[in-house]
């Protein structure tokens, strides 16, 4: 009974929070401490049941609580983005860490990174297989190495000298996406084109990346992105998360972006740090940069996907092209919001 | 006797030219339709043997006249950046392909790419071993796959499957880079403290990398990095040279840009995309925006290093913070210039 009670309290809350921005695929004009995304694509009430609407949702108020108590406590902007990144990454909802799509040899293989708005320091991990968290990865490369971005075996040898958790990848590897992988070659072998979409798979098609932007008391920004990549990857094909300035940027004179989305199009664009020069050098608010680069930039490149982001004022942006986005933003007094539909 | 001939000529090139930027570091004023560079550093007259000046300007000289030919048979920029980059790649001197650094195994990592100024189509690839072209690995991704970087196996696995040239590891490793990673290891064997630099061991520090900028009849700009990283790198470290925006830029709107120095900073500051961004929205000119760049935000995050770029107009810049940076152009008459000193 308190369940059910519960599924309905979080699913008006849904409708409710999504209505607000039910007129817009730009979410602006609200005050936030902390944003997240966890992926955009075909997100549509078709696509997604009301159970997993519901653990999304909760999933997402999780990453903004974990997040917003660190900031309501003066903590760093950096160790919140980070938490919050953590909870996404742990739960087997989102394309990162535990639950990520798997390559076309059926392994995981994951991407992230982070930056510092204050310092304008960076860290990024990519390829990165027995990391339990790669944004701990990516935050260990940024202040324990001299180096921005680490990869592939070498990465993990850096993660294990620094001390950081390791796993098996069997440990990322959920039965969802086992059984996607499985489906895929299935039609593999029977001749069917070779595709990036999950969609094909009985899963919508979504570019699952998460990430967050926060702004601390100081008013130091930072950014974090953490990704599994595109399902059924080749070639060591590598996207915007791990690339600051695609997928992830910070600078406390402008901006904290996380992207996500096709990542070629957000590397070709460099979509991240393009909507900080955007309000550097064209004096465009952030709202402004946002939609300029997303329903600009991005899409006339024929790419798909969004971001998310704060500016040293507080004002969010949760601006996307596809037909959702699951995002959320926590305020000041601790509010959250959260949504996943267009409309 | 001849031989003798052509040694003071080009002596007398190479001082006539490196005159021409004697007062600045940042060489403009000159239209031209390819710019090329081969690595930023600690290059001066104590630290370069006459030998060594000498076959450092046929090199550039070289490059630059295959560049050059194709540019004017009426030949796209794209054809001409690859053409003059492979020629530096081939040649033992510079620290791309054969004669890269070593990493701190002893084997050779390289990383490459290349963007086109038209449709802002790009292609990258880092941690490569067995390409003979790195650049031409780079083009392969832009043209031949859906994707903007691939890494390491599975690079190479494309790399085959698109047909370039495979070579092994050991054909990138000269006589030099071996001497240079013997006296690492010695060094090491020896307790002393560890860098990165090749500096300690018997050459100038210098931020091997190669690159080139062209601009062709059609008006369109392209831009190309290759580079075999930094001496003795662990970790998987990839530096600015794959990574678009931060290395490697070119957009028709505004300028083709390759860059050389201390990665990091490059990809924290996005500098090559940075100068772009510049001009767009900010409105400076190609030598506003490079020397912005080069003298105020790479130097104040605390990098070394440079950049040569190209206009849609052929004007060109050749920018750099260190004591020197190797460096040429050639104008649409066939006119080289080669340079490598600051005075």
Aim: with cysteine; charged share 20%; proline share 1%.
């Amino acid at each position: 009974m308190k369940d059910t009670f519960n599924i309905i309290i979080l699913l008006l809350g849904t409708i409710f929070t999504t209505c607000q921005v039910a007129f817009a695929q730009t979410s602006d004009g609200h005050k936030a401490v902390l944003v997240i995304h966890g992926g955009a694509g075909s997100i549509t009430h078709e696509n997604l049941s009301d159970d997993r609407q519901q653990a999304y949702a909760e999933a997402m108020e999780e990453a903004l609580l974990v997040g917003y108590e660190i900031i309501a406590g003066g903590g760093a902007s950096l160790d919140a983005v980070v938490a919050a990144v953590m909870v996404m990454e742990d739960s087997p909802l989102f394309n990162s860490a535990r639950g990520a799509v798997l390559t076309s040899t059926g392994t995981v293989e994951l991407d992230a990174s982070i930056m510092d708005g204050a310092t304008l320091d960076a860290g990024a991990a990519a390829a990165i297989k027995h990391v339990r968290n790669p944004i701990s990865l990516a935050r260990a490369v940024m202040e324990q190495s001299d180096h921005v971005l680490l990869m592939g075996d070498g990465a993990e040898a850096f993660a294990e000298e620094v001390g950081l958790e390791m796993v098996t990848n069997e440990y990322f590897r959920t039965e969802r996406r086992v059984r996607q992988y499985e489906s895929y070659k299935e039609q593999q072998n029977e001749g069917a084109e070779e595709t990036g979409d999950a969609g094909v798979f009985g899963e919508p098609d979504y570019y699952g990346t998460v990430g967050a932007a926060a702004l601390d008391s100081e008013g130091n920004l930072a950014a974090a992105t953490s990704t599994g990549g595109t399902s059924f990857k080749r070639w060591g094909r590598v996207g915007d998360s791990p690339i600051i300035g695609a997928g992830t940027y910070a600078d406390n004179a402008t901006c904290a972006i996380s992207a996500t989305g096709t990542g070629e199009y957000f590397i070709r664009g460099v979509l991240a740090y393009r909507i900080s020069a955007l309000m550097q050098y064209a004096g465009l608010s952030l709202r402004e940069a946002a939609s300029s680069v997303v329903h600009g930039t991005l899409t006339e490149l024929g790419g798909d996907g969004g971001v998310i982001g704060l500016d040293a004022n507080g004002n969010v942006t949760m601006t996307f092209n596809t037909e959702g986005m699951f995002r959320g933003y926590v305020d000041g007094a601790g509010n959250t919001y959260v949504a996943m539909f267009n409309r």
